[in-house]
């Protein structure tokens, strides 16, 4: 679904940006990240830490 992949690449671009740059998360964001990685079971985040 074509839906499901612009969201689930949404979420991976969501999660390597507050890696990247070492951005808290809060319970609530942890929680709603959570609910929606479960229609993306093979979604892989790939991001460097920033210098």
Do not use: F, G
Not at 20 to 42: F, G, H, I, S, Y
């Amino acid at each position: 679904m074509l839906a499901a992949s612009a969201s689930c690449q949404y979420l991976s671009d969501w999660v390597a940006t507050k890696t990247r740059w070492q951005l808290a998360v809060d319970q609530a964001e942890k929680n709603a990240l959570d609910e929606r990685a479960t229609v993306c079971p093979d979604t892989r985040v790939k991001t460097h830490i920033a210098p």
